[in-house]
């Protein structure tokens, strides 16, 4: 029997929004980062963000924006 995963719905898949707000209790920034349901979808790379605020992944363009 199939059981239903209770956090499934607070995931979001993968490289679904192309600008992502991250804090600082989040880092190390990776892409994909832990709470994108598709893990996998590219390699793991841990990304840059501490100096400028902002980093861009290579693998899939998606942006990240360091908040607060």
Do not use: F
């Not at 804090?23 to 841990?46: F, I, Q």
């Amino acid at each position: 029997m199939h059981r239903p995963d209770p956090a499934a719905s607070e995931r979001q898949p993968a490289n679904a929004a192309r600008r992502y707000e991250v804090t600082r209790a989040e880092l190390p920034l990776s892409c994909p980062t832990p709470a994108m349901a598709l893990w996998n979808s590219h390699p793991k790379v841990y990304l840059p963000i501490e100096a400028e605020g902002h980093a861009k992944c290579p693998y899939c363009g998606a942006e990240y924006v360091l908040t607060g």
